[in-house]
């Protein structure tokens, strides 16, 4: 089974260069915007309500009652 499974992983990735060097530019390109969104979902989650965008309508307000005066 591993034999068969590592046969065709060769076969389809390894045997030719430039096939071997998309595959791997295309995974590491796959990871890093994986990587970056669940980082920054984690990120995000971790500091709601300590963030620009999250207390931005407060002083958005205040400017607006402001310049009404």
Do not use: C, H, P
């Amino acid at each position: 089974m591993a034999g068969a499974l590592a046969s065709s992983i060769y076969q389809t990735l390894i045997r030719r260069n430039a096939v071997y060097l998309t595959s791997i530019f295309v995974g590491a390109f796959a990871f890093e915007i994986a990587f970056d969104t669940s980082t920054n979902k984690i990120w995000d989650t971790w500091n709601r309500g300590r963030q620009w965008k999250d207390i931005k309508y407060q002083y958005m307000n205040k400017a607006e009652e402001e310049d009404e005066d």
